[in-house]
């Protein structure tokens, strides 16, 4: 085993080549999705060669699996940070904005939702785990059912399921356009139906008379 | 030119021909997506030669436009129906129904709705027509506001790109599940959380009075 000194470098030189590696997978996924993405296509965008790769990853699937489950874990360790002290309903439309953010600047992000979803990962019996801003959406409004802030007719779990699925479905539509905005601005039309829907008229009245309209909205990059 | 008598089952072959190509096709596209679709397997489908092929269609790209083309007619048709004179609300959930149980029903709906959003298509530059469903929704959002049963804050247009988002996202993220009843429960989720947010409570008192909840459910097959 070589000194300390000498094994350092190595472990953050293999750290460095796994993020290169992921980085361009990622990019690889979410231009071309699982199907048609190839290793090859991978190793020439990362300059790293067959030997390395095999180093870390032992196929492309493992590589996909790797990508789904880091965002998995980005994405939790995010819905966990401490929130500034707003209300949950308050703290759902921060992170709405968050997972824009992130979605329009980051293609590990894009590739990760790609993969989630895509009928070729289902086809090539990948297990991906659940996609979690579902989960997320459920758990902030199930803790703001617990303060009280939910019309008494709503069931957080469809009602998480509704949000995924019009932010899921933005995506796809707006896919076509590839204007950025036009899926920050349909997030934005399905809180502004929603919410009447979702909260009780105290905490639509605090909301209405708040800046949400004119916060400053995701972009990308 | 031959006698009528011999002319006829010609072009009553040539029919056939034709619309044997397009369900394989439909059955190809929606298997395998755009990208991976391909020609040589859409003819072992039909077992149509391709001589037979070329004097309908000129390439892949000209089969996917036809599918898409024909759907789309096909949901104008739907949508210029005579009503039994519901209002427009009630009609649009008919339609909803309508629409799913095609979907679930047919190859060639879903292969038209997958090649719409798929970004292999937007990417091969194929400029297929805007999908329909989001038109038919925002033609009865307005109708139904014309005859005050919207309620005074909904915008009928950014409220069907809603209704049409969480459509196309349901049928994404019940892919994997593959079990077609998840669509339809899905979108039953979502009616229930929208209609209180779109419609006037008269509307909604009524539709609650009726048996909506109870009605046959869309199935597959």
Redesign the interface.
């Known amino acids: 085993m070589p000194p300390e000194s000498l094994r350092e470098p190595r472990q953050h030189r293999a750290r460095v080549t796994r993020e290169a590696i992921m980085r361009a997978a990622a990019a690889e996924f979410d231009d071309r999705?699982y199907?048609?993405a190839s290793l090859g296509a991978i190793l020439d965008r990362t300059g790293v060669t067959k030997g390395a790769f095999y180093f870390h990853f032992s196929s492309k699937r493992d590589l996909a699996l790797a990508i789904v489950r880091e965002q998995a874990v980005r994405w939790r360790r995010l819905a966990e940070e401490p929130t500034t002290g707003q209300d949950p309903l308050t703290r759902l439309l921060e992170l709405s904005d968050v997972a824009l953010s992130l979605f329009l600047g980051s293609a590990e992000v894009r590739a990760a939702l790609r993969l989630s979803?895509e009928?070729?990962?289902?086809d090539a019996g990948l297990a991906v785990p659940v996609?979690v801003w579902?989960g997320i959406v459920g758990e902030q409004l199930r803790a703001a059912q617990q303060q009280g802030l939910l019309r008494a007719?709503?069931d957080p779990a469809?009602?998480a399921?509704?949000v995924?699925?019009?932010?899921?479905?933005?995506?796809?539509?707006t896919?076509?356009v590839?204007d950025s905005p036009g899926l920050v601005a349909?997030v934005d039309?399905?809180w502004?139906?929603?919410l009447?829907?979702?909260a009780v008229p105290a905490w639509l009245q605090r909301w209405r008379a708040g800046a949400w309209e004119d916060r400053a909205r995701p972009t990308s990059g």
């Open positions: 999705g199907a048609a979803y009928r070729s990962v289902v996609p579902e007719e709503v469809p009602a399921r509704v995924n699925d019009a932010m899921v479905g933005a995506r796809t539509t896919e076509g590839s349909r039309e399905m502004r139906l929603l009447p829907a979702l």
